[in-house]
C-alpha cells in the first residue's frame, strides 16, 4: 500500500532486457560464430603477412584491422539479437532501403580499386561494399513481403519480393559481381520454397537452370573455361586451385605446422577465398573439420530451432538467412576441394574483409533474433482445438 | 476440396431468428479458415525446412568428407617438379640401331645470383672465382653491388661444383633445376648428332633445342610428349662408326690430308650404317661457327655431306653402266683411246698424259680409268640421256638424309650442260657432288639396279626402288670394279676373303678464282663389297692428301684413299657380319 502511494518501487512492465535476452538467446550458436570469429583471427595471423608485406604494411596490419571490424561487427551482432523481431524487421526494411540506394549509386560515386569491378565505396581508412550490407536486408523485405502474402486479402508478396530480388540481381550483375547476384538469388529462393513453392514451379526452375547452364557454356567463353577447368580430373599446379589442392594435401592431418604453411605465398586471395587452404595446411584436417563443424552447427542448429516457429515472417527471414551463410560457406570449401567450379566467396567470419564482417555481424545478430525461444501460443492451440 | 461456405444459409437464418448479427458467423468462419490456412502453411514449412536442414547436413558432410579425403591423399609430386615439366617434356633419347645411347639427358643445375638477397657480395664474387676462374671477379662485384635484382652466373654445374657453391653459403646464390644432352660417346657420330642449346630459359627449367644435326632435324619428334620419350633409332652402328672413324682418323694422319669423309651404306636399304668427317668436334662442347674464313674448315662442317668435291674417275662406272644399260656397248666393245682427244679447242687427255693405244675394251676403260675411252663413250650416250640418268640416281639434288644440313648441300652443276661438260662429267669433272651423294649412286647401280634413298633413320623393312639398270648390267659393272681392284688402279684395295669392288678418283682442286690447283687434290675411292653379293657401299675421300713414302710425294687416289678404305673394309666387315669368303687356294698353302 504504501508502495502503490509513493510510488517508490517502479514496477517494470515484464523482464529486463538482458536476462531475458540471455535465457532465449540461442547459446550455441552465438558460441559457434565466437569461435568461427577466433579462428579467422587465428588464420589471419598465418595468412595475411604476405599480403601485408607486399603491400609494405607491417607483418599483422591486416590482422589488427580484422580485429577491430571484428569487435564492431560482434557489438553489432549482440545489439541486433536482443532486438525484438518486429523492430529488427522495421529497422532491416530501411537498411535495405538506404543499401539499394548506396548499390544504385555505385556506378557514379563507387571505386573499383583497379580489380575490374565497381563494388566500394571508399572512406580513406576503410572502404564499404554496400552490396553485403544489401543481403540481409533484401531477405528480411522479401520474408516480409511473403508472410505478408499468406494472410487473407494480403499482397501479392510473392511477386513483389521477386521483382525487388530481381532488381537487385540486375544492379549486382552490373558491377558485375555474379558471386552475390547467385546468393541473393539462392536467399530468395529457399525463402519462396519454405513459403511454399509449388512443386511444378521448382521442377521447372531446375530445367530452366540446367537450359540456362547449357546456353552459357556454349556461348561465354570464361564461364566455358570455368567449367572446363572444374571438370577436367587434373589440376594445373600452377592456377589457384591448384596450389590450394597442393596445400591441403601437404597439410595431411595434423598439418605442416604454424607458420610453416607456404600456399599463402603463392596465393593472392590466401586471406579471403582461399583461407580454408591456409588452415588446411597449417592446420591439417583437424581445424578444417572444426569449422566445418562451426559452420554445419549455425545453419542446421538455427533452421532446427526455425522449425518450431510459427511467425511466418520469423521463420522465411530466419531461414534466408541461416541458408545464405550456410550456402557461402560451402561454396567457398566446396571450391577449394574442387567439388564446385571456381567462384570468389568470401569464408563468413574467417576470410578478412571489413564489410563483410561487419555485413555478416548484423545479419547473424538477425538470425539470433530471429531463433530466440519465444512463447509459439502452443497454451492457445491447445485451448482452441478442444474448444472446436 | 470442398468449400465451406462464409456464410451458411441455415445458421443464418437461426441467427435471424434468435436476433443475433449473424456477420458474427461470417467472421468467426473467417478466422477459422485463415488458422487452417496457416496450420497447413506451417506443417509444410516445417516439412521443407527439414528438408533444407538435411540438404546443408549433407552438403556440410560432403565437403568434410572430400577435405579429408584430400588430405588423406600423399601429394601427388612436389610443386618444383610439376613446374619443371612446363617448359620441357623430357627430351627423348638417340640410340644406334642396336638400341645403345647415342644421346641422353643429365640433370644438372644452373647457378644464379638475386644480389638483392647477398649477405656478402664480395666474398661471394671472390669465392665463385676461385671455383670458377673463368669468371672475372671485378664485373661479379659490380654486378653483385649493382641495382640487378637477378643474374645468371652459370648454366650448368658438377655435382662438385655446386657442392663447392654450396658451400660459400651465400643466400644469394640459387641453384636452377638444369636437364642438359649428354653424349656419352664424346665426339663419336658428331656430325651426325650436331649438338644442342638451351631455347627458353627460366629459374625452374631450360627448354633443350637441337641446333644441328640429327637433334635439329628431329627436334620436334625428341620433344613431343605424345611419343613419351621413345628413343629416336638411327641407322648408325656404334662399334661400326668407332672404327670407322679411328682408321680414318690414323689415314688422314699418315696420308697428311688436311680433312677426310667417309660414308658406309647398306647397299639395298640406304641405310648409313657409319659416316665421318674429319676433323671433328665434340657435341658436348659445340665449337662456335667460324665467323670468318671458309666454313669448310671448320670442324662443325660435314664433310660427307655437305662437302661438294669434283669427284673424279668414280664416276666413270656411271657412264659405262649407263652405256651398257642403253645396249650401246657391252663390256668387251672396243673403244677409241687415241689421246689426247681433241674437241673444239679443248684437249682431254689421260692422267698424267699417259697414252692407252688406239683402242680398248670397255672393261679396260674402266679398269685402266682412261679418260679418253670415257669421254666417247659419253659421246655415244649423249648430253640428253646422261642428264636423265644423272638426275635418277639423284646426283642433280640434295641428299634426302635427314640432316638439317643436308638440303644446303646441293650439287655443284655447270648452269649451261654444254657437250663439252658431258664430256668432262663422264669422268666426274665440271660438276661437283658430296660423297653421300656418290655413295647413293653406288649402291643404286651396283646393288643390282634399284634405286635407294640414303637414310640416318633404322629401316624395318627394305622395299626395292625404282629400277635404273638391269640386274645383269649391275654384275658386270661390279665385275669391272673387282678387276680395278685385281689388277687396275685400286691394287691397295684388295682385302683377302672380302671381294673389294671399287673405282679410284683423283680430282684436282678448283682454285676460288677459276683453274685447278696442280698439287692439291681430292682423292676418294668408292667401293662396294663383297662383290659376288654386294651388301655394303664404301666412300673414302681424302683431301689433299700425299704420300710422301716413296722418292717423290705420290697423290693419286691409289696411294692414298684406297689403303685407307681397305683398312676401313677389314676393320669394320666382321663388325658388320660379314664372313670372309674362304678362297680355294688358301687351303692348299
Same mark, same amino acid.
Do not use: C
Given at each position: 500500500m504504501t508502495e502503490m502511494v509513493f510510488g517508490a518501487h517502479p514496477v517494470r512492465d515484464g523482464e529486463p532486457i538482458l536476462p531475458r535476452w540471455w535465457r532465449t538467446v540461442d547459446k550455441w550458436t552465438m558460441s559457434c560464430v565466437l569461435l568461427l570469429f577466433g579462428v579467422g583471427i587465428l588464420l589471419g595471423l598465418a595468412a595475411s603477412p604476405p599480403l601485408a608485406s607486399r603491400n609494405g604494411f607491417e607483418a599483422f596490419h591486416y590482422v589488427q584491422r580484422q580485429a577491430f571490424f571484428g569487435g564492431l561487427a560482434l557489438t553489432a551482432m549482440l545489439l541486433t539479437s536482443m532486438m525484438s523481431p518486429q523492430l529488427v524487421r522495421r529497422l532491416g526494411v530501411l537498411g535495405f532501403f538506404c543499401a539499394f540506394a548506396a548499390l544504385a549509386l555505385l556506378p557514379v560515386f563507387g571505386t573499383d580499386f583497379g580489380k575490374g569491378a565497381t563494388r566500394w565505396y571508399s572512406l580513406g581508412f576503410a572502404s564499404v561494399q554496400p552490396s553485403e550490407f544489401l543481403k540481409p536486408g533484401l531477405i528480411i523485405v522479401s520474408a516480409w513481403l511473403m508472410a505478408a502474402a499468406q494472410e487473407i486479402n494480403g499482397p501479392p508478396g510473392r511477386t513483389f519480393s521477386f521483382a525487388i530480388t530481381c532488381v537487385v540481381v540486375g544492379f549486382l550483375a552490373l558491377q558485375p559481381d555474379f558471386g552475390q547476384a547467385c546468393l541473393v538469388l539462392f536467399g530468395w529462393g529457399v525463402m519462396y520454397f519454405v513459403a511454399g513453392a509449388p512443386f511444378t514451379l521448382l521442377i521447372a526452375m531446375a530445367a530452366f537452370v540446367m537450359v540456362a547452364g547449357t546456353f552459357a557454356y556454349n556461348n561465354s567463353e570464361h564461364f566455358a573455361r570455368r567449367i572446363d577447368g572444374f571438370l577436367t580430373p587434373e589440376v594445373d599446379p600452377t592456377t589457384q586451385l591448384g596450389y590450394a589442392t597442393g596445400a591441403i594435401q601437404e597439410g595431411g592431418f595434423f598439418g605442416v605446422g604454424v607458420g610453416e604453411g607456404s600456399v599463402k605465398w603463392s596465393l593472392p586471395d590466401a586471406h579471403t577465398d582461399f583461407i580454408i587452404a591456409v588452415a588446411a595446411e597449417e592446420y591439417g584436417l583437424i581445424l578444417v573439420a572444426f569449422i566445418i563443424l562451426l559452420f554445419m552447427s549455425v545453419t542446421v542448429r538455427s533452421m532446427l530451432r526455425l522449425i518450431r516457429e510459427r511467425d511466418p515472417f520469423i521463420r522465411l527471414a530466419g531461414t534466408g538467412l541461416a541458408c545464405t551463410f550456410g550456402v557461402q560457406a560451402i561454396i567457398n570449401m566446396g571450391v577449394a576441394v574442387r567439388l564446385l567450379p571456381a567462384k570468389g566467396m568470401t569464408l563468413p567470419f574467417v576470410s578478412y574483409g571489413g564489410s563483410s564482417l561487419i555485413a555478416g555481424g548484423i545479419a547473424m545478430g538477425m538470425l539470433l533474433a530471429f531463433t530466440r525461444a519465444r512463447p509459439q501460443g502452443e497454451i492457445g492451440d491447445i485451448l482452441t482445438r478442444r474448444g472446436r | 476440396m470442398t468449400r465451406t461456405p462464409l456464410r451458411p444459409l441455415a445458421r443464418i437464418l437461426e441467427a435471424r431468428q434468435k436476433g443475433e448479427n449473424p456477420d458474427a458467423i461470417e467472421r468467426e468462419n473467417i478466422r477459422l479458415r485463415h488458422e487452417d490456412m496457416r496450420d497447413r502453411a506451417r506443417s509444410r514449412a516445417e516439412g521443407r525446412l527439414l528438408v533444407l536442414a538435411l540438404f546443408f547436413f549433407c552438403a556440410f558432410a560432403v565437403v568434410g568428407g572430400r577435405m579429408g579425403l584430400m588430405a588423406a591423399t600423399e601429394p601427388a609430386e612436389p610443386r618444383a617438379a610439376t613446374s619443371t615439366s612446363r617448359i620441357v617434356a623430357q627430351r627423348a633419347d638417340i640410340v644406334d640401331r642396336q638400341g645403345r645411347i647415342l644421346a641422353t639427358n643429365l640433370r644438372t643445375h644452373s647457378l644464379y645470383a638475386q644480389p638483392p638477397h647477398m649477405v656478402d657480395p664480395e666474398r661471394a664474387a671472390r669465392e665463385l672465382v676461385g671455383i670458377f676462374p673463368d669468371l672475372d671477379e671485378n664485373r661479379l662485384i659490380k654486378d653483385f653491388t649493382g641495382s640487378r635484382k637477378f643474374l645468371w652466373i652459370k648454366k650448368k654445374l658438377s655435382p662438385e661444383q655446386q657442392q663447392l657453391v654450396h658451400d660459400i653459403g651465400e643466400p644469394g646464390l640459387l641453384f636452377g633445376p638444369r636437364e642438359m644432352r649428354l653424349y656419352p660417346n664424346g665426339k663419336l657420330a658428331a656430325h651426325i648428332l650436331g649438338g644442342y642449346g638451351f631455347g627458353l630459359e627460366s629459374v625452374y627449367a631450360a627448354e633443350v633445342i637441337g641446333t644441328a644435326g640429327v637433334e635439329k632435324a628431329f627436334d620436334d619428334f625428341l620433344r613431343d610428349p605424345a611419343e613419351q620419350g621413345r628413343p629416336l633409332e638411327l641407322s648408325i652402328d656404334l662399334t661400326v662408326q668407332a672404327a670407322v672413324e679411328r682408321v680414318l682418323y690414323g689415314g688422314m694422319r699418315l696420308? #697428311?690430308?688436311?680433312?677426310?669423309?667417309? $660414308?658406309? !651404306?647398306? @647397299?639395298?636399304?640406304?641405310?648409313?650404317? /657409319? !659416316? @665421318? %668427317?674429319?676433323?671433328?668436334?665434340?657435341? #658436348?662442347?659445340?665449337?662456335?661457327?667460324?665467323?670468318?674464313?671458309?666454313?669448310?674448315?671448320?670442324?662443325?662442317? #660435314?664433310? *660427307?655431306?655437305?662437302?661438294?668435291?669434283?669427284?673424279?674417275?668414280?664416276?666413270?662406272?656411271?657412264?659405262? *653402266?649407263?652405256?651398257?644399260?642403253?645396249?650401246?656397248?657391252?663390256?668387251?666393245?672396243?673403244?677409241?683411246? #687415241?689421246?689426247?682427244? $681433241?674437241?673444239?679447242?679443248?684437249?682431254?687427255?689421260?692422267?698424267?698424259?699417259?697414252?692407252?693405244?688406239?683402242?680398248?675394251?670397255?672393261?679396260?676403260?674402266?679398269?685402266?680409268?682412261?679418260?679418253?675411252?670415257?669421254?666417247?663413250?659419253?659421246? !655415244?650416250?649423249?648430253?640428253?640421256?646422261?642428264?636423265?640418268?644423272?638426275?635418277?640416281?639423284?646426283?642433280?639434288?640434295?641428299?634426302?638424309?635427314?640432316?638439317?644440313?643436308? &638440303?644446303? /648441300?646441293?650439287?655443284?652443276?655447270?648452269?649451261?650442260? %654444254?657437250?663439252?661438260?658431258?664430256?668432262?662429267?663422264?669422268?666426274?669433272?665440271? !660438276? %661437283?657432288?658430296?660423297?653421300?651423294?656418290?655413295?647413293? /649412286?653406288?649402291?643404286?647401280?651396283?646393288?643390282?639396279?634399284?634405286?635407294?634413298?640414303?637414310?640416318?633413320?633404322?629401316?624395318? /623393312?627394305?622395299?626395292?626402288?625404282?629400277?635404273?639398270?638391269?640386274?645383269?648390267?649391275?654384275?658386270?659393272?661390279?665385275?669391272?670394279?673387282?678387276?680395278?681392284?685385281?689388277?687396275?688402279?685400286?691394287?691397295?684395295?684388295?682385302?683377302?676373303?672380302?671381294?673389294?669392288?671399287?673405282?679410284?678418283?683423283?680430282?684436282?682442286?678448283?682454285?676460288?678464282?677459276?683453274?685447278?690447283?696442280?698439287?692439291?687434290?681430292?682423292?676418294?675411292?668408292?667401293?662396294?663389297? &663383297?662383290?659376288?653379293?654386294?651388301?655394303?657401299?664404301?666412300?673414302?675421300?681424302?683431301?689433299?692428301?700425299?704420300?710422301?713414302?716413296? %722418292?717423290?710425294?705420290?697423290r693419286t687416289a691409289g696411294w692414298t684413299a684406297v689403303p685407307v678404305a681397305a683398312e676401313v673394309i677389314r676393320r669394320t666387315a666382321p663388325l658388320l657380319g660379314l664372313r670372309p669368303a674362304i678362297e680355294p687356294g688358301a687351303k692348299d698353302g
Open positions: - | 696420308m #697428311n690430308a688436311k680433312g677426310a669423309a667417309a $660414308v658406309l !651404306m647398306d @647397299a639395298h636399304s640406304g641405310e648409313i650404317v /657409319a !659416316m @665421318a %668427317s674429319l676433323p671433328d668436334f665434340d657435341p #658436348n662442347d659445340r665449337p662456335v661457327p667460324l665467323t670468318e674464313g671458309d666454313q669448310a674448315d671448320s670442324p662443325l662442317f #660435314n664433310r *660427307a655431306v655437305q662437302g661438294v668435291y669434283e669427284l673424279g674417275s668414280t664416276f666413270k662406272i656411271l657412264t659405262a *653402266a649407263q652405256a651398257m644399260e642403253l645396249r650401246l656397248v657391252n663390256a668387251f666393245t672396243e673403244i677409241d683411246t #687415241n689421246a689426247p682427244l $681433241v674437241w673444239g679447242k679443248y684437249k682431254i687427255r689421260e692422267w698424267g698424259n699417259h697414252n692407252y693405244g688406239p683402242r680398248l675394251s670397255v672393261m679396260d676403260v674402266v679398269v685402266k680409268s682412261s679418260n679418253v675411252g670415257t669421254a666417247n663413250i659419253a659421246m !655415244m650416250i649423249g648430253q640428253k640421256r646422261q642428264r636423265e640418268f644423272f638426275t635418277e640416281l639423284g646426283l642433280f639434288d640434295p641428299t634426302p638424309v635427314e640432316l638439317v644440313e643436308a &638440303p644446303g /648441300a646441293k650439287p655443284l652443276i655447270p648452269k649451261r650442260w %654444254s657437250e663439252i661438260v658431258t664430256i668432262t662429267t663422264s669422268y666426274g669433272h665440271g !660438276m %661437283s657432288a658430296s660423297p653421300l651423294h656418290l655413295a647413293t /649412286a653406288y649402291a643404286s647401280v651396283l646393288n643390282g639396279g634399284t634405286r635407294v634413298m640414303p637414310t640416318l633413320l633404322k629401316r624395318q /623393312a627394305v622395299t626395292p626402288g625404282e629400277r635404273v639398270v638391269s640386274e645383269e648390267v649391275s654384275t658386270i659393272a661390279r665385275n669391272m670394279l673387282r678387276q680395278v681392284v685385281t689388277r687396275g688402279t685400286a691394287t691397295f684395295g684388295e682385302v683377302p676373303g672380302y671381294l673389294v669392288a671399287g673405282k679410284t678418283g683423283t680430282a684436282e682442286k678448283p682454285k676460288p678464282g677459276g683453274g685447278y690447283y696442280n698439287e692439291k687434290v681430292i682423292t676418294t675411292f668408292a667401293s662396294v663389297f &663383297p662383290a659376288d653379293d654386294p651388301k655394303y657401299v664404301l666412300v673414302v675421300t681424302l683431301d689433299e692428301p700425299v704420300e710422301t713414302s716413296g %722418292s717423290k710425294p705420290r
